[in-house]
């Protein structure tokens, strides 16, 4: 179309150039103009308001026709938007994404037109955080054989922030201790996959506590601990942390590579008292000679939802009892959601002894964890703001920011209309420019950019937490009859992310083949069923769906469908409306161009009423003076004859 | 003034033509449906508002469904309690009567028999299930 305009563009300078009027022509490019601005928003100009006399189009201050030349648009394939295209003014194209390798982009139509720089420093894992050791109970040769274990265990679903800051100290943090007070303190500092056992001890000999980990590192302290002999242990031993003691007498730790903080207590409490430790939900497990893996298993499992334990799926974890290589079980741990901030923290009784955590394989005898797989955050910064992501695809992240202690717990949108997709380490930059911004095309491309698909991740969100809140529910519930004993079963297969998770819903098909798994009854918190009459998990899936688990807790199943149809069909109302209110402007102009170039029939009649009698008048003129000129000529004159 | 062009007039009578069939054609929707709105965009609030208020009415039904389950499993529950109830009452005066020490071996043996049926059938009450 923008060549045919150009065409006749040159057509129509010939004709003009020999002095000709090519009315036909003109009117022909008039349609054609009208058609293309029904396509996109172009600003035409003519001849007479350029001083080069051209016949211009342009689309945003970029020409697409001037004169024969032309610009076309052309289509360009997004990389990073599923094979889809943008449209572009050609000799003015541009990639969103100038580094492909480190980040692909989707963006929408609302996206402002801005440049931003992205510096990926670490991709996610995008995996679940899972905890036991194959081969560690070497005599387990049966899940249901009694272990001989007696003691308690305790876990905890959690981490903190980057930043961990805590409560402020004049003096010192322990004194040289009294006869009765407690002289060993332990706790475990975690940060990503690193992670060290601390002790802080008392020197009887030497009078002062002396701090050492794991690793070998030791260093000896005051005789009263100060916050500065923690900081400076530290500082001394680990690169990834930088610590401080801050003006106002407080101990901050830093992960100097953005990983999430987790500390927690031993033996002692020495993390609780600085008022570092983390706060999620601990529970203790017990476990008597004559459990089995399953029954442990079970208790574990059944701890969800139960009084002041945790009570959503980010909280907790699921047991299970899998086979080593060699033939013996062994007891996993995996937190339900994926992502660094659910570490598992797995510590021992009361007193800090690790027995059992360490004979079931979870922890290691100096305390350290036994992790199969660790998860690791996706930490970009983008235009300077500092955030971190447990998926590589994302259009929220959680930002690092002071407010909330640097935990980065708050979802917040990275840049409106733009969806990240990581894939490599380094630095790319997103240009985002919007050549066509309105007419039929820009119509398509905005529902396809940001109508569809935000309408698809509402229903990915609605089936990604469905299937997670029942699978948390499901987990922690007993099947009946022969598996009266089996907790930890999915309901719906397991969906590790919520993009794309509406199109992989599907119910766990060991449930369809038997559907005695359906896990109905409650643990009595010995690791056995409540019996098989009992529908305590039942009631409590049902209740589901009046609980406020959607948009971050704030809709139920039911309210979260309502807005969403609402917003649709709010969305639908408005577009209609301004649809009719744009009809009825369009319709108002054409009226008025019309009352210009229109022909009125009634005003022809007139006219050639009009023109008839002027005709007529001119004949009667001409008559009168041929009558004159035939008595001037032939009657005057004769006289002489 | 304005001048008014035929093709004006044309135009305006084609375009309010339109909106009437418009209005016509959904009209004619709703005679046909029987439905009030076709889409969400049609009211969005009276379309939210209906489907709170037809998911209320599923939920009804269902509980209504539940309580009839419920009512059958105990009106069920119930007939079998009688039934064992005059079960055990047979077997009592079964006792009762073979207790008085007239009878011989094979009147004995016929209440024996008689006793062990009853058992049979007490069994089979306890198991008596409701729909599966």
């Given at each position: 179309?923008?060549?045919?305009?150009?065409?006749?563009?040159?057509?129509?300078?010939?004709?003009?150039?020999?002095?000709?009027?090519?009315?036909?022509?003109?009117?022909?490019?008039?349609?054609?103009?009208?058609?293309?601005?029904?396509?996109?928003?172009?600003?035409?100009s003519t001849p007479l308001q350029e001083q080069d006399g051209d016949f211009k189009i342009d689309l945003h201050g970029k020409v697409l026709v001037q004169g024969s030349r032309t610009r076309h648009l052309v289509l360009v394939s997004v990389s990073g938007n599923e094979g889809f295209y943008d449209v572009q003014v050609e000799d003015n194209l541009f990639d969103h994404v100038d580094n492909t390798d480190v980040l692909l982009a989707a963006i929408e139509q609302k996206a402002p037109t801005a440049v931003h720089s992205v510096l990926v420093e670490r991709l996610a894992s995008e995996t679940n955080w899972k905890v036991g050791s194959p081969g560690s109970l070497p005599n387990v040769a049966s899940p249901d054989q009694a272990l001989n274990l007696h003691g308690d265990f305790s876990l905890q679903v959690s981490s903190g922030g980057v930043v961990k800051t805590s409560h402020q100290f004049s003096g010192g943090v322990l004194p040289p201790p009294a006869s009765n007070e407690p002289r060993d303190y332990i706790f475990r500092l975690a940060a990503g996959g690193f992670e060290r056992v601390i002790s802080v001890n008392w020197n009887d000999t030497g009078s002062r506590w002396e701090i050492s980990d794991n690793a070998g590192n030791a260093l000896s302290a005051s005789p009263t601990l100060s916050l500065q002999d923690?900081?400076?242990?530290?500082?001394?031993?680990?690169?990834?942390?930088?610590?401080?003691?801050?003006?106002?007498?407080?101990?901050?730790?830093?992960?100097?590579?953005?990983?999430?903080?987790?500390?927690?207590?031993?033996k002692g409490d020495l993390t609780s008292q600085l008022g570092i430790s983390d706060s999620a939900k601990t529970v203790t497990i017990s476990v008597t000679e004559e459990d089995s893996l399953n029954a442990i298993a079970n208790k574990i499992n059944g701890a969800y939802m139960t009084d002041g334990g945790p009570s959503?799926?980010?909280?907790?974890?699921?047991?299970?009892?899998?086979?080593?290589?060699?033939?013996?079980?062994?007891?996993?741990?995996?937190?339900?959601?994926?992502?660094?901030?659910q570490r598992i923290n797995v510590s021992g009784d009361e007193s800090g002894g690790l027995y059992v955590a360490h004979n079931l394989g979870l922890l290691n005898s100096d305390g350290s964890t036994n992790f199969m797989t660790t998860a690791e955050d996706a930490f970009i910064s983008f235009d300077g703001r500092k955030y971190l992501s447990s998926v590589n695809r994302f259009t929220e992240a959680r930002q690092i920011t002071p407010s909330d202690g640097y935990s980065a717990k708050n979802m917040s949108e990275v840049s409106s209309g733009i969806t990240l997709k990581l894939a490599g380490t380094g630095m790319a930059s997103v240009r985002v420019e919007h050549h066509v911004q309105g007419g039929k095309i820009y119509g398509t491309l905005e529902?396809?950019?940001?109508?569809?698909?935000?309408?698809?991740?509402?229903?990915?969100?609605?089936?990604y937490r469905l299937a997670l809140e029942m699978n948390a529910l499901h987990y922690s519930g007993h099947g009946m009859g022969e598996n009266a004993d089996v907790t930890g079963t999915?309901?719906?297969?397991?969906?590790?992310?919520?993009?794309?998770?509406?199109?992989?819903?599907?119910?766990?098909?060991?449930?369809?083949q038997d559907s005695s798994l359906i896990a109905a009854a409650a643990d009595d918190g010995e690791g056995n069923s409540l019996g098989s009459g009992d529908g305590t998990k039942a009631l409590a899936m049902a209740r589901l769906?009046?609980?406020?688990?959607?948009?971050?807790?704030?809709?139920d199943f039911n309210e979260f469908y309502l807005s969403f149809i609402a917003e649709l069909g709010a969305?639908?109302?408005?577009?209609?409306?301004?649809?009719?209110?744009?009809?009825?402007?369009?319709?108002?102009?054409?009226?008025?161009?019309?009352?210009?170039?229109g022909v009125n029939i009634d005003e022809e009649m007139m006219d050639i009423v009009k023109f008839q009698q002027a005709f007529n008048a001119m004949s009667r003129y001409i008559t009168t003076i041929d009558e004159m000129l035939d008595t001037i000529i032939n009657r005057m004159g004769i006289v002489g004859r | 003034m304005n001048r008014v062009t035929n093709s004006m007039m044309n135009q305006i009578f084609l375009s309010d033509m339109h909106s009437n069939l418009e209005r016509m054609l959904k009209l004619q929707r709703q005679m046909s449906t029987g439905k009030l709105h076709q889409k969400p965009s049609d009211d969005p609030l009276a379309v939210g508002r209906e489907l709170s208020i037809s998911t209320t009415i599923f939920e009804n039904e269902q509980y209504l469904k539940n309580l009839d389950d419920a009512m059958m499993w105990l009106s069920n529950t119930d007939a079998a309690l009688n039934q064992i109830t005059d079960v055990m009452q047979r077997i009592r005066e079964l006792a009762v009567y073979a207790g008085n020490g007239t009878f011989n071996e094979t009147e004995y043996a016929a209440v024996a028999e008689e006793i062990s049926q009853l058992q049979e059938e007490l069994m089979n009450t306890a198991n008596f299930s409701v729909e599966g």
């Open positions: 179309m923008i060549d045919q305009i150009a065409a006749l563009n040159e057509k129509i300078a010939q004709v003009k150039a020999v002095g000709g009027n090519p009315n036909d022509l003109l009117d022909r490019r008039d349609l054609l103009t009208e058609k293309l601005s029904e396509l996109i928003d172009i600003s035409v923690l900081s400076d242990f530290i500082n001394t031993n680990y690169n990834s942390f930088n610590a401080s003691v801050t003006s106002d007498g407080r101990l901050s730790i830093e992960s100097s590579d953005k990983h999430l903080i987790s500390l927690v207590d031993i959503s799926p980010e909280e907790w974890l699921r047991a299970s009892v899998e086979q080593a290589p060699d033939g013996t079980y062994y007891l996993t741990l995996e937190s339900q959601v994926m992502g660094e901030a529902a396809r950019d940001d109508l569809i698909l935000s309408h698809l991740s509402a229903f990915d969100e609605l089936a999915a309901f719906f297969v397991p969906l590790p992310r919520q993009y794309g998770a509406a199109r992989s819903l599907t119910v766990n098909p060991l449930l369809e769906k009046q609980t406020k688990v959607l948009s971050g807790g704030s809709a969305q639908g109302r408005r577009t209609v409306t301004m649809a009719e209110n744009q009809r009825a402007l369009t319709d108002q102009i054409n009226a008025q161009r019309q009352s210009v170039m | -």
